[in-house]
């Protein structure tokens, strides 16, 4: 097998994040629009490529008003940076363990992360012919790093939102 192209299915893929609240617990939320192209070599995995992008306002934290504050210039700011971007430099596979190396952008700041991928599970045909692959790709970044800086302080001390964000990348993709 050579390199394959893939596209990512909108329907059936999502961006999750998780971030301390308070100090005490953690607030999930998830980006429902996630849209790309992967381009995967089984064979050489130095050979495949990701490259994704995130609509900002299909942000989704089960709560209106807080959807409005993380949207707003306080956060990410969707009005001037709609999108989350996503550009991969370097995929690697050792022993069923996959790394994939890239440019995230987010509120207009570009940093490298270091994902690990579950996967890519084997092609299945779908109920139209289709042939699709999975993976989940988990990491962690610091907001603080891509300029998502509001915060409180708490009266006993601590802060309201913590800095590290933990990552969950659900992915299925259409052969092209």
């Known amino acids: 097998m050579s390199q394959v192209t893939y596209q990512i299915d909108p329907a059936h893929t999502s961006a999750h994040f998780s971030i301390r ?18 381009i995967y070599d089984a064979d050489n995995p130095a050979n495949s490529k990701a490259d994704a992008s995130i609509e900002v306002g299909s942000l989704n934290t089960r709560e209106p008003q807080r959807d409005a504050h ?15 971007a996503f550009h991969s430099k370097e995929v690697s596979a050792h022993g069923g363990e996959w790394k994939v190396k890239g440019d995230l952008t987010i509120h207009g700041v570009t940093r490298e992360v270091s994902l690990d991928v579950d996967g890519p599970t084997p092609e299945q045909k779908d109920p139209w012919g289709n042939l699709r692959i999975g993976a989940t790709a988990t990491g962690k970044l610091n907001r603080k790093d891509f300029g998502l800086t509001w915060n409180a302080a708490l009266e006993a001390g ?9 990552l969950t990348i659900d992915l299925e993709a259409i052969r092209q």
């Open 21 to 38: 609240h308070l100090m005490i617990s953690n607030v999930r939320g998830e980006f429902g629009k996630v849209s790309g192209t992967v």
């Open 158 to 166: 601590g802060v309201v939102v913590g800095d590290e964000v933990k």
């Open 70 to 84: 993380l949207k707003s210039a306080d956060f990410f700011d969707v009005e001037k940076f709609p999108l989350i």
